[in-house]
T-cell receptor
C-alpha cells in the first residue's frame, strides 16, 4: 500500500516549457487535490476533483490544467511554465464518504522554472 | 469564506519545554479540524484531528481541543523533543464543499538540545 505517489520528485524547466506532474493513489479515494506550497503562504489549492470525471478550480488555477484520468490518477499540467510557478507541488486524496475525511499527501514535486 | 490563522514562527524551544501553537478559524458550517506536520523535504502527515466541538485529538504526546466558542484549535505538547522540529499546519475541512481544506501558513518549530 504505497498511499499517494508523485512523479517526478524534482524538475527544472526553462520559461515556456511544458510538463505534466503525475499523481496516483491506491486507497480507492474518490477525491483528489493539487496544492502548491510557497514560503510563508501555507498550501494553496490549485485544482481538485471530487470524483472520477469531474474537476474544479481552486484558489490559484491560472496557468495550470488537470486531468482525472481514472479513479487512481490525477495529473497537473503546466502548458507554458513561468518563474512564478517555481514551487513545491503536493497531490492529496481523501475519502469524503466517511466521518474522518482527512487528506493524505504525496511526497511532493520540487519544481524550478528558470 | 473559510480560513485558518495560526501563529507565526519560528518558535524556538529547549528540549522538554512546553509547546503551544495557536490556531483560530473562521467557518460558515461545522468543519473538521486538523493538525498536520511536515518534516524537512517531506510531504504533510496527519498529526491529529477532531470532528466536532469539544473533541480532543491526540497523538505522540500532542493534543488539541476543538473549541467552538473561541473558534480555536491550539496545539500543545507537555515536553518537546529535538525530533519534534518540523513545520506544523493547522487546517479545517468543509465536507459539504467537496472536502476542500483550508490551511494556515504553518509554524516552524525548532527544538534545541
Amino acid at each position: 500500500n504505497a498511499g499517494v505517489t508523485q512523479t517526478p520528485k524534482f524538475q527544472v524547466l526553462k520559461t515556456g516549457q511544458s510538463m505534466t506532474l503525475q499523481c496516483a493513489q491506491d486507497m480507492n479515494h474518490n477525491s483528489m487535490y493539487w496544492y502548491r506550497q510557497d514560503p510563508g503562504m501555507g498550501l494553496r489549492l490549485i485544482y481538485y476533483s471530487a470524483s472520477e470525471g469531474t474537476t474544479d478550480k481552486g484558489e490559484v488555477p491560472n496557468g495550470y490544467n488537470v486531468s482525472r484520468l481514472n479513479k487512481r490518477e490525477f495529473s497537473l499540467r503546466l502548458e507554458s511554465a513561468a518563474p512564478s510557478q517555481t514551487s513545491v507541488y503536493f497531490c492529496a486524496s481523501s475519502d469524503t464518504s466517511g466521518a474522518y475525511n482527512e487528506q493524505f499527501f504525496g511526497p511532493g514535486t520540487r519544481l524550478t522554472v528558470l | 469564506g473559510d480560513s485558518v490563522t495560526q501563529m507565526e514562527g519560528p518558535v524556538t524551544l529547549s528540549e522538554e519545554a512546553f509547546l503551544t501553537i495557536n490556531c483560530t478559524y473562521t467557518a460558515t458550517g461545522y468543519p473538521s479540524l486538523f493538525w498536520y506536520v511536515q518534516y524537512p523535504g517531506e510531504g504533510l502527515q496527519l498529526l491529529l484531528k477532531a470532528t466536532k466541538a469539544d473533541d480532543k485529538g491526540s497523538n505522540k504526546g500532542f493534543e488539541a481541543t476543538y473549541r467552538k466558542e473561541t473558534t480555536s484549535f491550539h496545539l500543545e505538547k507537555g515536553s518537546v523533543q529535538v525530533s519534534d522540529s518540523a513545520v506544523y499546519f493547522c487546517a479545517l475541512s468543509d465536507l459539504g464543499n467537496f472536502n476542500k481544506f483550508y490551511f494556515g501558513s504553518g509554524t516552524k518549530l525548532n527544538v534545541k538540545p
